[in-house]
């Protein structure tokens, strides 16, 4: 008797079914992909990064399932950011927009903002100035930006730009954060629209954190979808980098 033939339509089926479902999986439980597509987190973070964000950093909400689905109240097996860290959260003023930013202030906290420089607690941040950073245009052209490494209050030391210190969010009013909340922004400081606006961001409640930025696998200066341009605009240098 000859071997019967394997259905090779169902086959295919249960192997892209399987893969789909393992993807999911993943996606919902470890790591899911995120594009950076403004420069309100630059140096840290350039248009064209992309990276990968845990979702078992702060635990899970109903942010962390596919399409928000409300199966989950409030968050599960919670573990609290750190001042410095990277993170995705929901835009509080919809609950679906993904945003990122960096954690500098926590519940409690009185935060301000005076001449540029980060007061937590009444105590300016450590703030030095380092080489500028330098970023090519489309035309060619270099631009220079003042670059200073800032010291959080546990420590954290991560680069941040900032053109002046009389910009519209360098002298802000004092910021108290509620419980259950935290407090954004970008590393970018006088372009990002950040827990400092009120009305557009404001504080970030715990159960809207996706997860925590850990690290990019791709990084593309130009357009993602004209292929035949990525030996001249892929960033070989990003990839596979951390984040801090």
């Not at 630059?42 to 950093?57: A, E, H, N, Q, R």
């Not at 954060?177 to 404001?202: I, Q």
Request: hydrophobic share 40%; charged share 25%.
């Amino acid at each position: 008797m000859k071997p019967s033939k394997p259905d090779t339509f169902m086959d295919t089926f249960k192997t892209v079914f399987y893969a789909i479902v393992i993807a999911m999986v993943v996606r919902t439980f470890a790591y899911e992909p995120f594009n950076i597509p403004s420069g309100s987190m630059k140096p840290t973070l350039l248009i064209g990064d992309y990276l990968f964000v845990s979702k078992f950093s702060y635990g899970y909400s109903k942010y962390s399932l596919p399409f928000s689905l409300p199966l989950i109240e409030d968050r599960i097996f919670f573990t609290e950011p750190e001042r410095g860290d990277v993170v995705v959260f929901k835009l509080p003023k919809d609950n679906k927009t993904d945003y990122i930013k960096r954690i500098v202030g926590l519940p409690g906290d009185r935060l301000q903002v005076v001449k540029g420089i980060l007061h937590v607690n009444g105590t300016a941040v450590g703030r030095e100035n380092v080489d500028d950073f330098m970023e090519e245009d489309y035309a060619g052209s270099f631009r220079r930006t003042p670059q200073y490494a800032e010291t959080l209050p546990n420590g954290v030391v991560h680069n941040i730009l900032e053109e002046s210190d009389t910009g519209f969010l360098d002298n802000t009013q004092i910021y108290v954060v509620p419980e259950g909340h935290y407090f954004g922004m970008g590393d970018n400081r006088d372009h990002s629209n950040d827990s400092r606006v009120l009305n557009a961001v404001g504080y970030i409640p715990a159960k809207n954190l996706v997860g925590r930025a850990e690290f990019m696998f791709f990084s593309l200066d130009g357009k993602a979808w004209e292929i035949w341009k990525w030996p001249s605009t892929v960033r070989f240098s990003r990839i596979f980098s951390g984040i801090e």
